[in-house]
């Protein structure tokens, strides 16, 4: 399988990393081990080449996937070996003895040093005898001349989705309208030029479908209609060829003789002054379009051509310059999830039994409202019978189904499709997600520095390894393969989730190939292997697990834990572990990790147990640890010896103190959250400014106020002496909280902050008194979070001019008194979301025309009183923002009737549908209640609003 391939590639690509370190000059080896690892080299090296071969191959044979795991755990061996052997010569005393002490410590070195390159040299002896056993083999059996044998004829699965009857579809409707009207609608100066629309999703969504309908129901409104279907591997001549016939329908043309340009040439003339639709379904490359899209001439005759395809980039290329007409197809909802699901296993909606209701309910749950999932499913169970004992037995088996039952052969073909297009290292990337539970929202940050730890993530074109782990990320998304959740401002997704049938495709191959080995599903058939690599235990999905002691666990390099039992695996017997990531809530006990620092190899640690208070010392001992995550902890003090983790480059905290001596921890990029109080010492705020990789870093400001002004004094200068300084090298995002009142004055003038500065943020009682003055030179900063008390146009108009600003919150407590803040209409070009807390807002905010261009997300208030009072026609300027996508209107009650809310309400709600039909509007009511927790005036019974 390819996966084995894809799998091992991954492996391969560190490994050989580590083997260029381990030849260069830095480590002073012996001969003979010199040049056992230079043949290890050569052979990995090959290797590597036939494994992104074999990643090619969708069937190779029996012998073929042998070899493959043969030279995945081989790989996995000696990385496990080189590991170690690094890992002994890296050890240095930290002390610097003189004199003979210095001698002697010297010579036992130099002995140690030998005796652990005559352990290692033999330990090379016998991977090399591997080595060349699995090489000869693959020779023995000609496996390198292996091509995909596949005994199943190549059937187009589009064909069904072609030739079904209106009838039998569902939730079909919405999204045919809408496409039909982005095809069809005509205005303004463009109105008669060619209109390039896209559908996106994944496999199975049901875009082939939804684009035979609109080309059905669109019949005879053009002069010339085709639907052509492209593929993964296109056959350009064929493609064009089929173009001609169906322009030309009854005719006959002889064109088999013609090369691409004559096809493209003839259809060009026939089209240049008709009116035309083109379907082009299911293609792959942007390479692809460009040169179909030669054979369609731009006429000004309204023309349309509509295109479905995977991957987003590629829908985002072919749509209209114009337009940017993308259609994004969403899974079935429930309602017509069931009502597909029922049609099809019991040919009505009403004819589910009711003791298959709720076994019906987890499959469609399982689904997650994919089409083809649906009725593959439905159909399969209309053949079964009709017992909860069997469809309970169908359900616990959807993945084990997938690869094994023919019934289910459709929807396994048109998901590999997916999963067979992309690049080895990302399949590498997408196996490694079956670690997590079903329905769980991994995080961005989190899975690409576990991707970085595992060695999956190569930085090139100048990108470091988390950009380029991000670039991974977003690649997955882009192919359809995870889904985004959490779109920020900026429109990364800030998290994913994998869809059940891909996770259960991933989590088949990822067991059949020992990539990780699940104890989760207590239904789940698991494949036992002698040494297991990346272990995932989810004890809230299966309460009773117990480890198996035979289990070889000492191999392991991840070890994922939800939840928790009382015979948890020692860490101790995880000598290979790179990965350890600790999901338990409040449970587990600070015991568990007590021998944490025999993990030498450890790359990344997260914690997610709030009953942690503290870490054992030897913490320190970790010399490999990259991220260490405890925002999910209780520890308020890091041990002393933190600052011993060289190689350290994300420390996350949840406000645990600043240690003594961080200037030792040079490989720092973010520092978040970390506490400064009257605990920290002058010298380590003055150490923060050394701090040359920092990128992100995030404060919590614990100052008392009852300390003195002389010491104040030192401490807020000695903090923006290391911000200063911060700046000067690498910081680019900020953020400054409090838990309660800290003035931040010495910000206004004594700070010049970075000039690079993309982020700054402040969660603090404290308001600015005016919008200090170094904003304005900020040119590269997109997002914004400030208090401003009070806030005015001139503050606005500051902040309006500030070129790259996506995302702006502005928190007041009252608007200046007798002046309407307007945003002009020059006002704000790059603003996508925009967020303004005042209570006291007087008249409110007013858009001008032209104003905020590019703004999706709005949130504002409007004291109901002061407007209807001041104003006989309500207008705010909402009409204007023609990009708005979700508006959020705080309507204030204090002082006003209900008929002026309900006036201020009516107004708004014109105001967004005159937008848009499709803009999501909330309206909330703030009364009595809420202002007081805000510390307003109390309304009178009759003057307070009801709370929607």
């Known amino acids: 399988m390819e996966a084995v391939a894809c799998v091992s590639c991954g492996a391969l690509g560190s490994l050989l990393r580590k083997l260029g370190a381990l030849l260069s000059d830095e480590f002073k080896l012996l001969t003979t081990v010199k040049g056992g690892i230079m043949f290890l080299q050569a052979e990995l090296e090959s290797m590597h080449a036939f494994l992104k071969k074999m990643s090619e191959v969708e069937d190779p044979d029996e012998q073929s996937r042998c070899s493959l795991k043969e030279l995945r755990e081989l790989s996995y061996d000696i990385e496990d070996v080189i590991d170690s052997f690094m890992l002994s010569l890296g050890g240095e005393s930290s002390s610097n003895p003189r004199g003979f002490v210095r001698f002697v410590g010297s010579c036992m070195d130099l002995l140690a040093n030998a005796m652990t390159h005559h352990r290692f040299a033999k330990k090379i002896k016998v991977l090399k005898r591997r080595a060349i056993e699995a090489s000869s083999r693959r020779a023995r059996y000609m496996v390198d001349d292996v091509v995909s044998r596949s005994s199943r004829p190549n059937i187009d699965t589009r064909l069904p989705a072609l030739y079904t009857e209106m009838t039998r579809l569902v939730g079909i409707d919405g999204p045919r309208d809408k496409l039909i009207k982005l095809l069809t609608k005509r205005d303004g100066a463009l109105a008669q030029q060619l209109k390039v629309v896209s559908i996106v999703g994944f496999g199975g969504l049901g875009k082939t479908t939804l684009a035979n309908q609109v080309y059905q129901n669109l019949e005879g409104q053009f002069e010339y209609q085709v639907f052509v279907s492209v593929s993964q591997k296109p056959d350009m001549k064929k493609i064009f060829r089929n173009i001609l016939s169906q322009i030309f329908r009854q005719e006959s043309v002889s064109n088999e003789a013609w090369d691409e340009q004559q096809l493209v040439k003839t259809i060009r003339q026939f089209l240049k002054d008709k009116r035309y639709l083109i379907v082009i379904d299911d293609i792959w490359r942007k390479s692809a379009w460009r040169v179909i899209k030669c054979a369609f001439p731009e006429n000004s005759c309204s023309s349309g051509i ?299 640690l997260r914690l997610n147990v709030r009953k942690i208070t503290s870490l054992p010392e030897q913490l320190g001992g970790l010399q490999h640890l990259q991220t260490l995550d405890l925002r999910w902890t209780r520890v308020k003090e890091l041990p002393a010896s933190i600052v011993q983790l060289q190689k350290l480059a994300c420390l996350l905290v949840n406000s645990a103190e600043l240690p003594e001596g961080i200037q030792s921890m040079q490989a720092l990029r973010e520092l978040s959250e970390i506490e400064i109080n009257q605990n920290t010492s002058l010298s380590s705020l003055q150490e923060l400014g050394s701090l040359t990789k920092l990128r992100i870093l995030e404060l919590n400001l614990n100052w008392h106020i009852s300390d003195t002004d002389c010491v104040m004094n030192a401490y807020e200068y000695n903090l923006v002496m290391s911000l200063c300084k ?88 009252t608007a200046r008194p007798k002046e309407r803040l307007v945003i002009s209409r020059n006002g704000f070009r790059c603003l996508r979301e925009f967020y303004f807390t005042c209570w006291e807002s007087g008249e409110g905010l007013m858009f001008e025309a032209g104003a905020v261009p590019e703004l999706e997300k709005l949130r504002v208030p409007f004291n109901a009183h002061d407007v209807c009072s001041l104003h006989g026609v309500l207008d705010f300027g909402i009409q204007n923002l023609y990009s708005l996508k979700h508006l959020h209107v705080e309507i204030v009650c204090y002082g006003a009737k209900i008929r002026e809310v309900e006036t201020l309400e009516d107004a708004v709600r014109n105001a967004a549908v005159s937008l848009s039909d499709e803009l999501a509007l909330e309206v909330s009511r703030w009364n009595e209640e809420e202002i007081m927790k805000d510390g307003e005036h109390k309304l009178t019974e009759e003057e307070v609003g009801s709370n929607n």
Not at 318 to 326: M, P
Not at 517 to 531: A, E, G, M, S, V
Not at 768 to 788: A, R, T
Request: hydrophobic residues 40%; glycine residues 4%; contains cysteine.
């Open 306 to 604: 509509l295109i479905t395809t995977r991957i987003i980039a590629v829908a985002k290329y072919c749509s209209s310059q114009h337009h940017d007409h993308v259609y994004q197809i969403k899974p079935l909802s429930a309602t017509h999830s069931k009502s597909l699901f029922f049609k099809r296993a019991f040919g009505s909606e009403d004819g589910c039994p009711l003791q298959l209701r709720d076994v019906s309910d987890g499959i469609l749950k399982k689904c997650g409202g994919l089409p083809l999932a649906i009725i593959t499913l439905a159909s399969l169970l209309a053949n079964k019978a009709s017992t909860r004992e069997e469809w309970l037995r169908i359900h616990n088996s959807i993945g084990s189904t997938l690869e094994k039952d023919s019934d289910m052969e459709e929807m396994k073909n048109i998901l590999f499709l997916s999963y067979n297009d992309l690049p080895y290292h990302l399949k590498t990337c997408l196996l490694y997600l079956s670690v997590f539970p079903e329905d769980y929202e991994i995080k961005r940050d989190q899975l690409v520095r576990r991707w970085i730890a595992e060695g999956f993530i190569i930085a090139e074109g100048g990108l470091d390894l988390e950009e380029a782990g991000e670039c991974y990320f977003n690649d997955l998304i882009n192919r359809n393969m995870i889904q985004p959740v959490g779109i920020q401002y900026d429109g990364r997704a800030d998290a994913c989730r994998v869809h059940d049938m891909i996770l259960d495709l991933i989590i088949s191959k990822s067991l059949e190939d020992n990539f990780v080995t699940l104890f989760c599903d207590p239904n789940q058939k698991l494949l036992q292997h002698d040494k297991v690599r990346r272990l995932s235990l989810n004890y809230h999905a299966r309460e009773h697990t117990v480890v198996s002691p035979n289990m070889i666990v000492s191999h392991v390099r991840s070890l994922t834990i939800f939840g928790l039992a009382e015979n948890m695996p020692p860490l101790s017997k995880f000598q290979s572990l790179r990965v350890l990531d600790l999901e338990n809530r409040e449970v587990l006990e600070h015991n568990y990790l007590k021998h944490i620092s025999r993990l030498s190899q450890l790359r990344y």
């Open 726 to 813: 911060l700046g000067m090298l690498n910081l680019r995002s900020i953020h400054i909280q409090s838990y309660h009142s800290c003035s931040l004055d010495f910000l206004l003038d004594s700070w010049v902050p970075p000039r690079l500065l993309q982020r700054f943020e402040m969660s603090i009682h404290y308001y600015f008194p005016i919008i200090p003055k170094w904003l304005g030179s900020l040119d590269y900063l997109s997002y914004l979070d400030i208090n401003v008390n009070p806030v005015d146009v001139e503050a606005l108009k500051i902040l309006g001019d500030m070129p790259s600003l996506s995302f702006l919150w502005i928190s007041s407590r």
